[in-house]
């Protein structure tokens, strides 16, 4: 099975400061939401909040974000891009944080 291309635009590392800022403008009103009992537009919010950071993390340590209309590619622009991620941090990434089980519904 090959892998996925997937579509992204060259950015100076400069603008990663922007996509951080809208990421925490984003959290920000995703808790002024969750406060007024509004989950569906803290849901909303905290999706873009994900996706904004993401844009932060691959644009400051590659100089390129993604443009794909779909939900895996900034995590996958973002995937290794730490030069020191080896194979003992994914071990601990997988055995603390990926999760196990489905959330009851």
Do not use: W
């Amino acid at each position: 099975m090959s892998a996925r291309k997937i579509k992204t635009r060259q950015e100076n590392r400069s603008k990663s400061e922007f996509y951080l800022k809208k990421a925490g403008d984003n959290y920000k009103q995703m808790m002024k939401a969750l406060k007024d009992k509004n989950y569906n537009a803290a849901g909303t919010l905290a999706v873009q909040c994900a996706i904004s950071a993401g844009d932060a993390v691959s644009v400051h340590e590659k100089g390129i974000r993604s443009v794909s209309r779909k939900s895996p590619g900034p995590v996958r622009v973002g995937q290794n891009s730490s030069p020191c991620a080896g194979d003992k941090e994914e071990q601990h990434f997988k055995e603390n944080y990926q999760q196990k089980e489905p959330y009851p519904v």
